[in-house]
C-alpha cells in the first residue's frame, strides 16, 4: 500500500490538473474504507473540478508559511506544537493562531501519538501517521483496536479447531485463503495473535515430531493446538483452590487478622459466601 | 516452610485438639526454634510440670523431636549433655489431612487396615499389643476380634510402608567440630562438592530415624521375622542366630516398639495423585492411565518424596502395568507410545533396554503455576493474567511497553495492573535510567518464582485458618440447634440445622482442596 502525495501540476480557471508525483511506504492500520477515500492508483493523472476553496493557492501568512513548511517536513512523523514554537521562535499565540487557519484551510490534521496523548501533534494532510505515533497496526485514532483483536483472536481459535495443529503460516493463509476476514493479515500479524492465544491459555505453543498429527509439520518447527480447556467448547484456564474462596481473592487479606476488625468471623465476603 | 501464618495454623490445629496449653507449648517452639525445657519454661511462664506434660503430648503425637547434644562448658568443667526439644512443623500440619491418609488405605487396603492406622492417627504412637487391645475394645458383640486376621492387617499397613517404627526418642547428636574435621582434610575441590552443612535439626531427625532395614521390620511373638528390607534372604540367618540369643529379652524388646503412621508415605501418594490429576486435565486421560501405571510400579523404589523423576521403566513393565487397570486395557501399544511421547518421556537407553521416565518436578511445577495464575485471574482480571502469564514464562525482566504490546493491554493499563501487582509483591520491578539525547526512565518488571511461592503459600496458610476459624465460629453460634435431638429441628429450627449443614460442607470440603494446594507448594 502506497501513500500518494499530490501536486498541482497546472490550473486553468475551472479544472485543476492533479498528478501522482511521489509515493512512500505506508506503515499503519488500513480498514476496508481505506484512507479517506483517496484513489491508491498511482501514477494517474485525474481531472477534477477545482473546489471552491482553493487551499493550495490561497496566501498563506509569513508564519503561517514558516510551520506549514515545518509540519510538512516531519512527514509521517508529524510535529508537538512544543517542538514546533522552539524550531520557529514564534510567540505562542501567532503560532496558536496560525495552526488554527492552517486546520481551516485543511492543510494540516491534528493526530494523536500514543506515545503521549495529551500532546497536541500536527501533521500535513497529505500523510498518514507513522507506525511511532499510532502505536502500529492493532491501533486506531490512538486507542487499541479491541474489537478488531477479538475477531482475529476468535478466528484463529475456529480455525485452530478445525486444523487440530498448525503453524502461524498455516493458520495465516487458512484465514486469508477462507476470507474469514475483511483485511488481510500478515503471517506477523497472525503470530502476535496467537502469542496472545497462548497467554490466555487458549491454545498452547508445541514443537512438530515430525510424525502423527505433525507430519505436514517440519521436525522442530513452532506449532499450536488449542488446550483442553480452550478451543470451541470454550473455558480459558479452571479455577483454582485459593480463587474458589473469598480469602483467595480478597482485598483486604492483609489486614484480615484471627480477632481483628476484619477477620473469618465479622467478614463480609464469607457472609455473602454462605448465604444458603 | 513456616511462615507467619503457617505458624499461626499450627498452633491453631494443636489448639483445637489438645487445648490452649499445649497450644502455648507449640507456639513458643515454633516461634523461637530449638530449645531447652527450661527456656521453654521461662517463656510460657508455665509451671514446669505442665510444659513438661505438654512437651510428651506433642511427642507422643509426633510434633516435637528431642535430642540430646553436649553443650559447651569453660575450663576445667567437664561437659554437659541437655535435651533440647524441636518442633516439627510439617508433622502439625499433617493433623489437618488425616481424613485423606485413612482415605488412601481404604482405597488401597481395607477397612481392618483403615481402623488400625485411625487408632494411630488418634493416639500418636502405639505397640502391637495397644494396637491389639484397642481392636478388642472397640468391639461390637458377636463380633469377636480375631488376633491373627488383625496382625495381618497390621502387617499389611508395614509391607505398604503406611506404618513405621517410631524413630529414638532422644538420639546424641556428637559434638560437630568431630565430624567436620575430614572434610577440611579433603581440600578446596573437594569441599565444593561437599553438601551444604545439616542445621542441628536436620542431623537430629536424621540421627532419630530407624535404619531402613529396621524401619519397616516386625518381629512377631512366634518368632518369625517379617521384613521389608532389601537384603532379607542374605541377613535372615544372621537374624534368625540374633533372636536365639535374644530369645528371652527378644520378645520383650519387639513388645515395647512403638509404630505410628509414616507420613513420608501418604505424602508421597497424595504427590502421586496430584501429578495424575494435573496430567489428566492438561492432557488426556490415556497420559493419565500411563502415569498412574508407572507410578504404582515405582512408588516402593523412589528413593525420596519430592524425586524430580519417575523411577526408569522398560516399555513391557509400562504396558503390563497398564493392562492391569481397566480403564487402561484397552489401550494399545501405539496409544501407550504416543501417550508416553504426551508425557515429556524420551526413551533412554541402558544396556540393551530402552526405558522410559517422566519428569515429576516439571508436572508440579505447572501445577504450582497453574494456581496462582488462577489466583490472578481472579483477583486482578483477564489482562493481569495474561501479564502475569507474560512475565512468568519470560523469566527476565521486561519493559512496560513490551510487555503492553505482547499482551495487548492499553499502555495505561498495563502501567496500572503492572503497580498493582508489585505493590501486592507478585511482581518485581526496577527502574532504567537513560541519559541520551533525552534522558528516559524506564520501569522493568519481573516476576520472581522464590519469594512469590513463599508469598502465595503464606496466603494459604492464612486462608486454610480463616476456614477453619469460621467453621468453629458457625458451629458456636449455632450450638443450641446442634445439641437439639432430632425431632425438636423442625420448622425455622429445621432450618438453621439444614444451613449449618451446608456451611459446614461448603467450608470443610473448601478446606481440603486448599489443603491440596498447600501441599503442592510446602510437600511435593
Known amino acids: 500500500m502506497h501513500l500518494m502525495r499530490w501536486s498541482n501540476v497546472c490550473k486553468d480557471e475551472n479544472m485543476e490538473v492533479w498528478k501522482l508525483e511521489d509515493t512512500r511506504p505506508l506503515i499503519g492500520h488500513y480498514k476496508a474504507n481505506g484512507c479517506g477515500g483517496m484513489s491508491r492508483s498511482q501514477g494517474s493523472s485525474l481531472k477534477r473540478k477545482r473546489p471552491d476553496t482553493n487551499t493550495a493557492s490561497q496566501p498563506l501568512l509569513d508564519a503561517e508559511r514558516v510551520l506549514y513548511d515545518l509540519i510538512r517536513s516531519k512527514e509521517d512523523m508529524g510535529i508537538w506544537t512544543r517542538d514546533m514554537k522552539r524550531e520557529t521562535n514564534l510567540p505562542d499565540n501567532v503560532v496558536t493562531k496560525s495552526l488554527k487557519a492552517l486546520q481551516v484551510k485543511k492543510l494540516i490534521k491534528e493526530v494523536v501519538n500514543i506515545q503521549s496523548k495529551g500532546r497536541k501533534h500536527y501533521m500535513a494532510v497529505e500523510f498518514e501517521p507513522s507506525k511511532e505515533l499510532t502505536g502500529g497496526a492493532w491501533y486506531v485514532e490512538g486507542n487499541l483496536d479491541t474489537e478488531y483483536i477479538k475477531i482475529l483472536k476468535k478466528t484463529c481459535v475456529r480455525v485452530l479447531s478445525k486444523l487440530k495443529v498448525a503453524t502461524a503460516e498455516g493458520i495465516s493463509e487458512s484465514i486469508n485463503k477462507t476470507g474469514l476476514c475483511a483485511t488481510e493479515c500478515s503471517t506477523q500479524q497472525i503470530a502476535e495473535i496467537l502469542r496472545a492465544l497462548v497467554l490466555d491459555n487458549e491454545i498452547m505453543e508445541v514443537r512438530s515430531s515430525g510424525s502423527g498429527e505433525f507430519s505436514s509439520i517440519p521436525i522442530g518447527a513452532v506449532c499450536y493446538r488449542c488446550t483442553n480447556k480452550g478451543g470451541l467448547g470454550g473455558g480459558g484456564p479452571t479455577i483454582g483452590a485459593m480463587a474458589s474462596i473469598p480469602c483467595g481473592v480478597c482485598p483486604r487479606i492483609t489486614q484480615c487478622t484471627p480477632d481483628g476488625i476484619i477477620s473469618p468471623k465479622t467478614c463480609a465476603y464469607y457472609t455473602k459466601w454462605l448465604d444458603f | ?524
Open chain 2, 1 to 524: 516452610m513456616a511462615t507467619q501464618y503457617g505458624v499461626q495454623l499450627a498452633v491453631h490445629l494443636i489448639s483445637s485438639h489438645f487445648g490452649n496449653l499445649v497450644a502455648k507449648v507449640c507456639d513458643c517452639l515454633l516461634r523461637k526454634g530449638t530449645l531447652t525445657l527450661a527456656s521453654v519454661i521461662r517463656f510460657t511462664e508455665l509451671p514446669p510440670q505442665q510444659v513438661k506434660s505438654c512437651i510428651l503430648v506433642l511427642i507422643q503425637h509426633n510434633c516435637v523431636q528431642a535430642f540430646a547434644i553436649q553443650q559447651e562448658v569453660g575450663f576445667g568443667e567437664a561437659p554437659r549433655v541437655v535435651t533440647q526439644y524441636m518442633a516439627l512443623f510439617h508433622n502439625i500440619l499433617h493433623r489437618m489431612r488425616f481424613a485423606k491418609f485413612l482415605a488412601i488405605v481404604s482405597e488401597e487396603l481395607d477397612k481392618e487396615c483403615e481402623e488400625i492406622l485411625e487408632g494411630l492417627l488418634q493416639h500418636g504412637r502405639l505397640t502391637l499389643e495397644q494396637i491389639l487391645d484397642r481392636a478388642k475394645s472397640n468391639q461390637s458383640e458377636g463380633e469377636p476380634v480375631v488376633q491373627d486376621a488383625l496382625r495381618e492387617s497390621f502387617l499389611k499397613l508395614v509391607r505398604a510402608h503406611f506404618v513405621e517404627r517410631c524413630p529414638a526418642s532422644e538420639p546424641f547428636l556428637a559434638p560437630p567440630s568431630e565430624e567436620e574435621t575430614p572434610a577440611r582434610k579433603r581440600g578446596a575441590k573437594s569441599a565444593k562438592l561437599v553438601e551444604e552443612p545439616q542445621t542441628i535439626e536436620q542431623r537430629a531427625i536424621a540421627a532419630a530415624a530407624p535404619m531402613d532395614a529396621k524401619r519397616f521390620s516386625v518381629i512377631i511373638n512366634t518368632g518369625t521375622d517379617v521384613d521389608d528390607s532389601p537384603n532379607v534372604t542374605a541377613g535372615e540367618k544372621r537374624k534368625q542366630d540374633a533372636l536365639e540369643l535374644d530369645k528371652e529379652t527378644g520378645a520383650s524388646c519387639e513388645k515395647d516398639v512403638l509404630w505410628r503412621a509414616n507420613f513420608e508415605e501418604f505424602v508421597r501418594c497424595l504427590r502421586h495423585k496430584a501429578c495424575i490429576a494435573n496430567v489428566k486435565t492438561r492432557l488426556d486421560d490415556g497420559a493419565a492411565i500411563v502415569l498412574s501405571a508407572m507410578l504404582e510400579a515405582t512408588r516402593s523404589e523412589e528413593k525420596k518424596v519430592k524425586t524430580e523423576n519417575s523411577v526408569p521403566l522398560s516399555m513391557d513393565t509400562i504396558f503390563e502395568g497398564v493392562m492391569k487397570s481397566e480403564a487402561g486395557r484397552s489401550m494399545t501399544l501405539e496409544r501407550v507410545r504416543g501417550s508416553l511421547i504426551q508425557l515429556g518421556c524420551a526413551p533412554c537407553v541402558r544396556g540393551a533396554a530402552e526405558s522410559y521416565s517422566v519428569d515429576l518436578k516439571n508436572i508440579i511445577e505447572l501445577a504450582q503455576n497453574d494456581e496462582v495464575e488462577s489466583i490472578t485471574l481472579k483477583r486482578y482480571g483477564r489482562d493481569a493474567y495474561r501479564i502475569f502469564r507474560l512475565l512468568s514464562k519470560s523469566c527476565r525482566l521486561l519493559e512496560t511497553d513490551k510487555i503492553s504490546d505482547t499482551t495487548f493491554v492499553e499502555k495505561k493499563d498495563t502501567a496500572k495492573i503492572l503497580y498493582q501487582l508489585w505493590k501486592d509483591e507478585y511482581l518485581q520491578m526496577e527502574k532504567l535510567n537513560l541519559h541520551g539525547s533525552r534522558q528516559s526512565q524506564f520501569l522493568l518488571w519481573k516476576v520472581t518464582k522464590d519469594t512469590l511461592w513463599g508469598h502465595v503459600l503464606n496466603e494459604m496458610y492464612h486462608s486454610a485458618l480463616n476456614l477453619s476459624l469460621r467453621v468453629a465460629y458457625e458451629l458456636e453460634q449455632e450450638q443450641e440447634i446442634i445439641q437439639l435431638p432430632r425431632e425438636k429441628r423442625v420448622g425455622a429450627l429445621g432450618n438453621r440445622f439444614e444451613r449449618l449443614r451446608k456451611v459446614r460442607i461448603l467450608l470443610e470440603s473448601s478446606l481440603m482442596k486448599l489443603d491440596d494446594a498447600i501441599m503442592l507448594f510446602n510437600d511435593f
